[in-house]
Each structure stands twice: as structure tokens, then as C-alpha cells.
């Protein structure tokens, strides 16, 4: 006769298992992994390319701004030269506003 328990693998068979258990569980966890590997290892690129373009330490290049510029290029590299140029000057211009935006920003709250 057989046991009146259920071994793991009946029991997902039958379905009978916890909430969240089964194969989605762990390629969910892998994705969820994956996704902060990426972001962490994206943000350690953006904080290295500032640190290589700031050399004389002065701080007025933020990682967010890197980050964008380095989102634009790869937006935008395969464009004609003509195109490129506009979409790049128009970041640019877009990253001098929020620059302005946040020094004032600043002065406002001192």
C-alpha cells in the first residue's frame, strides 16, 4: 500500500503545490536575476565612462547624463550623418534644460 503523503513531484502533479512553485518560479527568478545584473553592470559602465570624461574632477557630468548620451548614440548611430547630427544636438540641448532646471532646482531649495 502506498504512503498517504504525496512525494513533491505528485503533489505539482496534482497540483496541490504552494503558490508560485513550478517551472515559472525559477525562470521568473532568473529574469528578475538577469534584469539586476544588466541594470547593475549598466550603471558601473555609465559611472566608469564619467569618470574617464571628468578629468579634472569637477562633477558636472552626472551618470544620468551619460546614460542618456549613451542611450542616443546607440539610438541613433545607424542614421544618416544629417539625421544623427539633429537627433544628438537635440539630446544635447534636451541634457543643457534639465541641467538648468536642476541648478535652479537647487538654488530654490538653499
Known sequence: MKD???SQTDSREHGEGGVGDGPFRSACLRCIHRHYDV???SH???RRLRQRLDRDGTRQLTVEQVRRSVNA???YHDLPPAQRDDKFEKELS???Y???RNAQALQSDE
Do not use: I, N, V
Open 98 to 100: 534639465y541641467q538648468c
Open 39 to 41: 541594470s547593475g553592470l
Open 4 to 6: 498517504s503523503t504525496l
Open 73 to 75: 548614440y546607440l539610438q
Open 94 to 96: 534636451d541634457q543643457r
Open 44 to 46: 558601473l559602465f555609465c
